[in-house]
């Protein structure tokens, strides 16, 4: 079974440019998520789509990033204009997650992650 | 919202045992308790997860008691492979969508 796939794996920016991440999740998965990791801490939730619907954006730095799903399956994230602080990991996740009463229990398989550096 | 606590790091030499606690003391009932693996360079990776007692799988076991205010995670016989971060995670639900929160993890290094 193929895994979650990302591109690209490194990209080095200006800050002001703008840069774009997409992110194909596994085959079947409905939910998607978009983790950034800044060097020496914990994966932070950006957004997290159930289908092509948001279902959380509430850290999502709106002025400067969007993402969408347009078709319920690839995903994109983008970043315009970048900030230096912008430096980090940019995590793709999906999960088979049953919608309702067990939603809770269900795994997060990750991508290898597109790391942004910001000069 | 469960927030989990876990040491910043921790040293083992290879084949002893790593027992990871995670302090996560305001749980709710129907949260779901989940470790995940993360090696440099690499997205994190499921190792496990349980509701409560004891739950085993071939690379690990997870241990919570009645109250389920902490967990240990346990790894046997470590080897150098096994030197990475490791995150405790509540997962809870979230008008029927799954919220997971990610804290900083602990950092295992494994000494030969």
């Known amino acids: 079974e193929a895994g979650v796939a990302q591109s690209p794996r490194y990209k080095i920016i200006e800050k002001r440019q703008s840069v774009a991440f997409w992110c194909n999740p596994i085959s079947g998965h409905a939910t998607l998520y978009w983790y950034q990791q800044i060097l020496g801490q914990g994966p932070k939730l950006l957004i997290q789509f159930q289908n092509n619907g948001v279902v959380d954006d509430s850290q999502l730095p709106k002025d400067r990033f969007s993402a969408e799903r347009l078709k319920g399956v690839d995903s994109t994230l983008k970043i315009q204009p970048a900030k230096l602080e912008d430096s980090a990991v940019y995590l793709c996740?999906?999960?088979?997650?049953?919608?309702?009463?067990?939603?809770?229990?269900?795994?997060?398989?990750f991508g290898e992650g597109s790391r942004l550096t910001v000069l | 919202l469960a927030k989990t606590t876990q040491p910043i790091s921790m040293d083992s030499y290879e084949g002893q045992e790593v027992n990871i606690t995670c302090s996560h003391n305001?749980?709710?009932?129907?949260?779901?308790i989940t470790w995940y693996q993360q090696f440099p360079s690499q997205g994190p990776r499921f190792i496990i997860q349980g509701y409560k007692t004891k739950v085993k799988n071939e690379v690990a076991s997870l241990f919570i008691p009645a109250d389920r205010k902490s967990s240990t995670l346990s790894l046997p016989r470590v080897s150098l492979s096994d030197t990475a971060v490791y995150y405790c995670?509540?997962?809870?639900?979230?008008?029927?969508?799954?919220?997971?929160?990610f804290g900083t993890g602990t950092k295992l290094q494994v000494i030969p």
């Open positions: 305001n749980i709710a009932t129907n949260d779901y």
């Open positions: 996740a999906s999960s088979l997650n049953p919608h309702g009463e067990h939603a809770n229990t269900g795994e997060l398989f």
């Open positions: 995670l509540v997962g809870w639900n979230s008008g029927g969508y799954q919220k997971v929160t």
